[in-house]
């Protein structure tokens, strides 16, 4: 049974259900990848930005004979945002092929549907039984890019300092843990600002934020769900612009393995080796307060040649493609009652 499920009041044990059937998930799907904890997990499941809904749903196995609750078996849900909707479906390894994945859209869509959205998106891992999932029930690739890893082990500590040190004359960098500083704000909504227009194709399942406020309710949004944002700023120094900036999350639910999210140089900053030497100090610092992590992932389009340079230098190595599917939710729906 499918069953609306709100983590927000989810009794704790469901919660720990859900983390066992993601890390089940995890070692059938990714098992390279390190397993979640519950470090704030029920509140990285319910915190939303401001104007965003996310709706959830759960399948429970039967309740056992002394009347304990069925294990989570399955999870879907749409976080409303913009004009799309950004669909979550997994269902637990020893549930797979029974229609339980297309039960769960099916509910998923419908409401979606019904809250007036009328496109959906998903990100769709390489490589795992969801690309067959998603395009048996018509969805679309529309982008795509490639993960990669960096391990902190295999990181060239001396040569990583020479890269820290080497960026032009009239430029420092400045570590920031927990977000810029307030009055950077403005200039740091700016930089980012500047890349706003440069449409790459992909969906924006991910929006970045372009305005002061919308950048602070993002970093106010990233604490409650227990996602650490540290950030590396150039500041050009007669102009006290920001001139590049890099953004590292380390998530409470996976603290070994951090995301390496956007990296931006303004135009005209570009050439003085800001992105390898703000990248560069970020593992440094990362190093030093984040005792704790391994890894660093991050994801990039085939058309980025400069960052994907960049990361070799630094030692990421190419892991899973990585993909957007996007559909229609009227033919979805209709497909899958049709189907039913
Ligand atoms: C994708 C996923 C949700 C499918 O769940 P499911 O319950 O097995 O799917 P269903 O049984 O409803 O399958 C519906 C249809 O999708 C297609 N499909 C499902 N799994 C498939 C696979 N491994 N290969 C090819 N097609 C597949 C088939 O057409 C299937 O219909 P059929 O069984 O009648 O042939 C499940 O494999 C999953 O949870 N994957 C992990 C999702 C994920 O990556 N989450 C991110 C965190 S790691």
Same mark, same amino acid.
């Given at each position: 049974m499918v069953r609306e499920w709100d983590p927000r009041t989810a009794p704790a044990a469901e919660i720990e259900s859900f983390l066992d059937a993601l890390n089940a998930v995890f070692a059938a799907d990714l098992p390279e990848d390190p397993l979640w904890e519950n470090g704030m997990l029920r509140e990285y499941l319910c915190e939303v930005m401001p104007g965003e809904r996310r709706i959830s749903w759960i399948? !429970?196995? &039967?309740?056992?004979?002394d =009347? !304990?609750?069925g294990r989570i078996l399955g999870h879907t849900h749409v976080l409303l945002l913009g004009d799309i909707g950004v669909l979550e479906v997994m269902v637990h390894p020893a549930a797979r092929r029974s229609g339980l994945g297309r039960k769960l859209i099916a509910t998923a869509a419908r409401r979606t549907y019904q809250e007036g959205f009328r496109s959906m998106g998903v990100e769709v891992i390489g490589d795992t039984p969801a690309v067959g999932f998603y395009e048996a029930l018509g969805f679309v690739r529309e982008y795509e890019e490639d993960r990669s890893v960096l391990r902190l082990g295999t990181v060239d500590w001396v040569a990583l300092g020479e890269?820290? !040190? =080497?960026? =032009?004359? *009239?430029?420092?960098? &400045?570590?920031?843990p927990g977000g810029p500083p307030d009055e950077l704000i403005e200039a740091y909504a700016m930089a980012k600002a500047e890349t706003r227009d440069i449409d790459d194709g992909d969906l924006d399942l991910r929006p970045s934020s372009h305005d002061p406020q919308r950048l602070r309710d993002s970093l106010n949004c990233l604490h409650?769900? *227990?996602?650490?944002?540290?950030?590396?700023l150039a500041i050009e120094e007669k102009t006290g612009v920001v001139a590049g900036l890099t953004e590292v999350v380390v998530p409470a639910q996976h603290p070994t393995r951090a995301d390496q999210w956007d990296t931006i140089v303004g135009q005209e900053h570009q050439g003085y080796g800001i992105d390898r030497a703000m990248k560069a100090r970020m593992l440094f610092e990362l190093r030093s307060v984040e005792p704790k992590l391994s890894e660093v992932q991050t994801w990039n389009a085939r058309t980025n040649e400069a960052m994907r340079a960049v990361n070799a230098d630094l030692g990421f190595q190419a892991d899973r493609e990585w993909y957007e599917y996007g559909v229609d939710v009227a033919e979805l729906v209709h497909r899958l009652d049709a189907g039913s």
């Open positions: 399948a !429970q196995d &039967e309740p056992s004979a =009347g !304990q609750p890269m820290a !040190q =080497g960026i =032009g004359p *009239g430029y420092r960098l &400045e570590f920031c409650r769900r *227990g996602m650490k944002p540290y950030i590396v």
